[in-house]
C-alpha cells in the first residue's frame, strides 16, 4: 500500500470518521466518505465542518479542495473500507441476568451491509467503532452472507483511542492496536495504520483489539467512579473533596482522579456495558463503577433541587438556575450520553427555571440555549457542570453555586 495512491471509502462522518478521512486525505489518499446525513455531506462537500474539533476545519477545508475528500449518501468502490459508525446500547432492551443495557451493533451491521455490493479481492475492511467482542467476526459472517467471500479480502478491527479536543494528534501520535480475523488480515491492516501513525501499531487478532478498548474504557470508569463515590461520602461528611484528593495524591503511588458530575461520552459510559452483557453476571466491580457514575448525576440533580426548595422557602419565590455546559467534557461540542445534559433536563423535569448554557453549539432541539453571562447575571443558583474555557472569570460571589465540576479553583 505504500507503493501507491490508496482509495478509502470510509463509512460515518462523525467524530471519528470525519477526523481520519481528513487526515488520510491530507496524506495522500483519496478518500469516499459516506453518511447517512445530507446536511453533513453538505458542509464537508464545501470544505467545512459540522461539529467543533481544534484544527479540524483546516484539515477538511486542505482535503477537500485538493479534491482528495468528498462526501457522499452511498459508498463507492476503494481499497480500503473504513467503518466508523456509532455503537450504542438498547435503551428498551435489558439483559435479564444483570439488568444492564445490551450492546446495539445495528449500525454496523447496515454499514456493512452497504458497503459489500463494492468489496472485491484483495480489499481491506476495517472496523473502528468500538465494539462488543465478536463483532468483528461478526462483520465477516454478514458479507459472507451478502456474497463476499472472505477468503480473499481482509478483515480487521482497530479501535480508536483519542481524547476529543486532541483528535488530529492522537490520530497521529497514539500507539494503535490491530487485530485482524486472521493473521493475514492482522498484518495487511498493521502495515496500512503504519502508513500515517507514528505511534506503535501493535498485532493481535480481533477479540483481544475489541476487549482491548473496552478494558482501557471500564478502567478508567473505575477510576472515575473512585472519585465520584468519595466525592458524595465527603458532602456528608463535610469535606472538600478536592482539597481531601489535592493532599491524598502527595503519596507517592495514589493518584486519585478529580470527581465529576458523572460520566458521560460514547466510550466510557458506554464500553463498560459492553463486557457486562457478555460477563454472565462475573463482572461485579466493572457493573458497579458503571451504576455508581450514572447515580452520580441523579444525585446532583437532588442536591441543586433541595437548595431551589430552600430558597424558595427563604425568598418566597422559585430560584433562576444556570446550568453552565452541556457537553459531556470541557470545550467541545459533543453531546452524547452527557451527565450535564441529563442533569440540565432532570432540573426542568422537576419544575426549576433552568437557563442552559452550552457556549460551544447554537442551538438544541430541546432546549433554549442561553449566553454565559447572561445565565451567570439573572441566575440566583449557578450549577457549574462542564468546565469549558472561560466559565471561570465569571462574577459569582454574590450567587448560590455549585461546582461539580471544579472549574472555580477557589
Known amino acids: 500500500m505504500n507503493n501507491k495512491v490508496t482509495t478509502v471509502t470510509m463509512i460515518g462522518l462523525g467524530y471519528i470518521g470525519l477526523p481520519t478521512a481528513a487526515l488520510l486525505a491530507n496524506r495522500g489518499y483519496r478518500v469516499h466518505g459516506v453518511d447517512v446525513d445530507k446536511h453533513a455531506v453538505d458542509i464537508i462537500n464545501q470544505g467545512k465542518i459540522h461539529i467543533v474539533e481544534p484544527e479540524l476545519d483546516t484539515f477538511v477545508h486542505s482535503a477537500v479542495n485538493s479534491g482528495k475528500l468528498t462526501a457522499n449518501m452511498v459508498p463507492a ?8 459508525v456509532p455503537t450504542p446500547f438498547h435503551h428498551d432492551k435489558m439483559n435479564e441476568m444483570t439488568n444492564s443495557p445490551i ?5 454496523v451491521i447496515s454499514a ?20 462488543p467482542v465478536g463483532t468483528t467476526d461478526k462483520m465477516a459472517q454478514v458479507l459472507q452472507n451478502e456474497g ?12 480508536e483511542r483519542v481524547l476529543p479536543g486532541h483528535i ?28 500515517f501513525v507514528e505511534g506503535t501499531v501493535l498485532e493481535t487478532n480481533a477479540k483481544t483489539a475489541e ?16 472519585a465520584n463515590e468519595l466525592s458524595m461520602l465527603c458532602d456528608d461528611l463535610d469535606i472538600d473533596t478536592r482539597e481531601l484528593i489535592a493532599l491524598a495524591n502527595r503519596h507517592p503511588r495514589v493518584n486519585v482522579l ?14 463498560p456495558w459492553f463486557i457486562v452483557d457478555k460477563a454472565n453476571g462475573k463482572a461485579k466491580m466493572i457493573e458497579q463503577a458503571r451504576r455508581t457514575n450514572d447515580y452520580k448525576a441523579d444525585w446532583v440533580i437532588e442536591k441543586v433541587k433541595n437548595a431551589a426548595l430552600v430558597f424558595e422557602a427563604k425568598n418566597n419565590k422559585k430560584p433562576v438556575v444556570a446550568c453552565m455546559g452541556l457537553a459531556f467534557k470541557p470545550d467541545i461540542d459533543d453531546l452524547r450520553e452527557s451527565p450535564a445534559l441529563y442533569i440540565t433536563k ?5 419544575g426549576l427555571d433552568v437557563l442552559a448554557v452550552e457556549p460551544n453549539i447554537e442551538n438544541h432541539k430541546d432546549l433554549d440555549i442561553t449566553a454565559p453571562n447572561l445565565a451567570v447575571e439573572k441566575a440566583d443558583i449557578i450549577v457549574c457542570l462542564v468546565a469549558h474555557k472561560g466559565f471561570d472569570d465569571f462574577d459569582v460571589l454574590t450567587k448560590e453555586v455549585f461546582d461539580f465540576c471544579g472549574v472555580l479553583k477557589s
Do not use: W
Open 168 to 195: 488530529m494528534r492522537e490520530l497521529v501520535e497514539n500507539d494503535r492496536v490491530v487485530g485482524g480475523i486472521n493473521d493475514e488480515s492482522t498484518k495487511v491492516a498493521a502495515e496500512f495504520y503504519r502508513t
Open 148 to 159: 463476499v467471500d472472505i477468503n480473499e479480502v481482509y478483515i480487521a478491527h482497530s479501535p
Open 346 to 350: 432532570g432540573l426542568i423535569q422537576e
Open 211 to 226: 476487549m482491548a478498548k473496552l478494558t482501557e474504557n471500564s478502567f478508567r470508569d473505575v477510576n472515575i467512579a473512585f
Open 77 to 84: 468502490e476503494a481499497d480500503v473500507f473504513m467503518i466508523a
Open 103 to 107: 450492546p446495539n451493533i445495528d449500525y
Open 258 to 271: 478529580n470527581p465529576g458530575c458523572g460520566v458521560g461520552g460514547h466510550c466510557i459510559s458506554v464500553d
Open 112 to 131: 456493512t451491509k452497504a458497503i459489500a455490493p463494492y468489496i472485491r479481492k484483495g480489499n481491506l475492511i476495517l472496523l473502528e467503532s468500538t465494539s
